[in-house]
């Protein structure tokens, strides 16, 4: 039998230390929002925020607010959005904040929907945007860019006045949803400056709890003026083509308590160059984070693929670490506006070391650049409940290494695992996912945890289990569940829910692989009712709960020694990643959505069904009094397990209106109009990487498709090209509509903004010994331009209401 894997709790240590930092609410505000060293409060209750990228300038406003109840739903509290300057001057002195660009309105609808909000103010933002975010007039009156050279400072000294001006009364003071703000990104070596435009950005009228920087790179920072930011990412595509997959992501997917990472933005500061010691404010500050990698961007040279599992095991070996503030760039995709001198991209042309597709930032984001939901949202949201409900009990935990720690990066035997506890109470981290290079299944598994003050172990499970190749998860110990203690669980709490009848129900998943165990203290328990099939056996002061097979069934009831009643339910992991809960119809409830997104609009009294189903079905719990209503359509009610499920039914007229003569949705015809000719010769910027190929080459070498499009499509319909290549443009009339790098991924876009009637498809091969990365493409070989096929699938919007 192997020897358990063991950890010996400390104990707390010094509590995290308060007023030490000279950061202020505003005055009177009931929930004061403080920094300690060790975790954020509010209110003076530890706080765990969940902040996720949004750009409003690269979205269409009239979109917006249904984008946030998305990220809302997928467990987003906090909502972040650089502040592009060339996106809203770039013409000097013509500043717009209309439309697309309209910064109070996105504002102002985080604050209606209960969203904290993060301007991310630059004014040098990157963004893998045109110069880092600024216009191009600025820099023409400069040398010094993001220094203190006056010719600098005053164009942002007015910008700066632009911004204050449009976020006048939405700070903390006044009620609003502004909580922190970002100065500058990735300046690693000017503290002087930082200092500078923090100061600035208060004279022009800004204000929050929180003034933040990014912390990556060794940077230097201005003494206890900036909170430090941290991240991590997967992949990243700032790298080089025949690099292989980088170091500084594979650390990422380890539990470790450094929280630098030197590589991120390194093609614009050389990993050779330090700013200073990376862990010098560890002490002083929490580990919070701002970029902790959602997806990528391809670039032309480097065009990494980011996978669902790459997302949600790294999210989780954060909250290992010690992470006390999840957040995540990009949470959500978007679009490049078009520019009105020039693209708005970032380029070779403009002395950037990578070219980036025109108009798309999709970001191979949890939510997709037409609102797409991905996998990775699912991953995310499933890890976001749980810190909804037990963020304040983790933040102030202490994150604890094993007595085992792995070689270094390329030990890929060692399992990788931590705890967080404190003298009460802790989560069991375990991490067997990475990219690229699969980690081995780890047979005959348990755990010895000392826990701190008496020397007593708490081993776990009772049997040794076998932790799967590719899993992640997290298991509860000692945890109280309304007067219950669950001395551990193999299975990962997601939430709790109140089942309308008095009973609180603690609702887990089940990892793949490994059958779920409860470990109950008989001390706070007086009855404990499995379902069919599960044993209940004693052994001392705990019951153990067995051969429980994970479902909507799966629900094991307890009273307790003080009188209450438990649930624990046990969900399979497919469906807890179908799990969302939030306030729908006069209560606090779990909805199951198999079948699409939901979102929950307190102001309209609703909960969205985002659909592709025909008729799609979703779950709930506690269930309604009267099952709920949805125009044009019928309800029919059954039982799953725990909940009531209903099902969705479109009425003939609705039905004929959603799918049109022969309707959108299916295959679409794909005509070839010219064929292609030779790749475009290879040409290089900035060290040396690979450039796209001209924009002549699209006139006279691409291949050119004809697609033509339905004619008033509903909303939510999705062009879906499968097509391989190396770059492709889609243009509706002589507008460029979309553009992509081929890596492997099908093409996607949506039709409403495309428009109606044919739209023509230009598509370049990929030359033979191309230095450009692709996933898949073996040995360089040439990548043929070529359009197999194009689809059309709706994604309907089912509005559903109280009965």
């Known amino acids: 039998m192997t020897r358990p894997h063991r950890v010996r709790l400390r104990g707390t240590g010094a509590p995290s ?26 209110g003076g209750r530890p706080w765990f925020p969940v902040s996720g990228e949004f750009h409003y300038s690269r979205y269409p406003a009239g979109e917006w607010e249904e984008e946030l109840l998305k990220m809302k739903a997928g467990g987003v509290t906090v909502v972040a959005s650089y502040v592009i300057w060339i996106h809203h001057e770039e013409r000097e002195g013509r500043v717009r904040f209309d439309g697309d ?29 045109r110069n880092g975010g600024l216009p191009d007039w600025v820099l023409a009156r400069t040398d010094a860019p993001r220094t203190d050279d006056p010719a600098y400072l005053a164009p942002v000294r007015t910008w700066y006045a632009a911004v204050a001006e449009q976020l006048r009364g939405l700070g903390r003071a006044d009620g609003g949803p502004i909580v922190a703000l970002q100065i500058e990104n990735e300046l690693y070596d000017r503290p002087d400056h930082l200092l500078t435009l923090k100061r600035m950005a208060q004279e022009a009228g800004l204000a929050a709890p929180l003034w933040t920087s990014t912390a990556w790179g060794g940077v230097r920072l201005p003494p206890d003026e900036l909170v430090p930011l941290y991240g991590g990412y997967p992949e990243a595509f700032w790298t080089e083509a025949d690099g292989g997959w980088p170091d500084t992501c594979r650390k990422h997917f380890f539990f470790t308590h450094r929280r630098d990472d030197e590589g991120i933005g390194a093609d614009l500061r050389p990993t050779t160059v330090r700013g200073g010691d990376p862990e010098a404010s560890a002490d002083r ?68 070391p990578n070219d980036l597709p025109r108009l798309s930032y999709d970001f191979q984001a949890p939510l997709g650049e037409y609102g797409q939901y991905r996998p990775s949202y699912d991953e995310l949201r499933l890890q976001h409940l749980m810190l909804a409900d037990f963020g304040a009990l983790i933040a102030p935990m202490e994150s604890v290494l094993p007595e085992s720690l792995p070689a270094g990066q390329d030990d890929r035997e060692t399992l990788r695992w931590a705890v967080r506890a404190d003298d009460r109470s802790g989560f069991l981290f375990v991490n067997n996912h990475q990219p690229h290079e699969p980690l081995p299944e780890h047979p005959d598994t348990s755990f010895e945890v000392e826990l701190s003050g008496g020397g007593e172990v708490l081993s776990l499970p009772s049997a040794p289990v076998t932790i799967p190749q590719g899993a992640y998860f997290c298991w ?7 007067g219950l203690r669950l001395d551990w669980a193999t299975a990962q709490p997601v939430c709790t829910v109140d089942d309308g009848r008095g009973r609180t129900i603690l609702v887990l998943a089940a990892t793949d692989g490994i059958a779920p165990e409860l470990a109950l203290d008989l001390r706070t328990v007086t009855t404990v009712s499995a379902p069919s099939g599960a044993e209940v056996t004693t052994a001392g002061d705990r019951a153990l709960v067995t051969a429980l097979r994970p479902g909507t069934d799966a629900l094991v009831e307890v009273d307790t020694a003080d009188g ?27 909805v199951l959505s198999a079948d699409g997104g939901v979102v929950f609009d307190a102001h309209a009294d609703e909960v969205r069904l985002h659909s592709t189903a025909g008729e799609p079905s979703f779950a709930v719990l506690p269930a309604p009094e009267r099952a709920p209503v949805v125009t044009g359509a019928t309800v029919k009610e059954s039982v799953d397990g725990v909940f009531v499920r209903y099902t969705l039914a479109a009425g003939v007229a609705e039905e004929d209106g959603r799918r049109g003569s022969g309707g959108p949705d299916g295959a679409l ?20 990487r690979a450039s796209v190929p001209a924009d002549a080459y699209f006139d006279t070498v691409a291949a050119e498709y004809e697609v033509v499009l339905p004619d008033d499509p509903p909303p939510g319909t999705l062009l879906r090209l499968h097509w391989t290549g190396d770059v492709a443009r889609a243009y509706a009339g002589e507008r460029l509509v979309a553009d992509q790098f081929f890596s492997g991924r099908v093409w996607e876009m949506g039709l409403g903004r495309v428009g109606a009637g044919a739209l023509r498809l230009r598509v370049l091969p990929l030359g033979e010994g191309a230095p450009v990365h692709v996933p898949g493409r073996v040995g360089g070989s040439l990548v043929p331009a070529e359009v197999v096929r194009a689809e059309c699938t709706t994604t309907r919007t089912w509005p559903v209401r109280p009965g």
């Open 101 to 129: 660009r309209d910064l109070r309105r996105f504002a102002e609808l985080c604050a209606r929907h209960g969203l904290d909000f993060v301007p991310r103010i630059g004014p040098w933002v990157h963004a893998e945007v």
């Open 285 to 352: 500050f929490p580990w919070a984070t701002c970029e902790l990698g959602a997806g990528m961007a391809v670039a032309y040279h480097r065009r990494p693929r980011v996978e669902a599992a790459d997302v949600g095991a790294l999210g989780l070996t954060k909250i290992g670490c010690g992470s006390v503030w999840q957040g995540y760039y990009m949470f959500h995709g978007g679009t490049n506006p078009p520019g009105d001198l020039a693209p708005l991209q970032e380029s070779h042309a403009t002395g950037y």
């Open 476 to 482: 509860p110990l000692r945890l109280d569940v309304a």
């Open 17 to 42: 230390r308060r007023g030490h930092l000279p950061f202020a609410d505003a005055p009177g505000v009931p929930d004061p929002i403080e920094v300690g060293s060790r975790l954020l409060t509010r």
């Open 564 to 590: 209450r009643r438990v649930g624990l339910l046990v969900l399979d992991a497919a469906t807890a990643r179908t799990a969302y809960r939030g306030p729908a119809w006069g209560a606090e409830r779990l």
């Open 669 to 688: 015809p794909v005509t070839l109009v010219r064929p292609p000719g030779e790749a475009p010769p290879v040409t290089t910027g900035v060290l040396g």
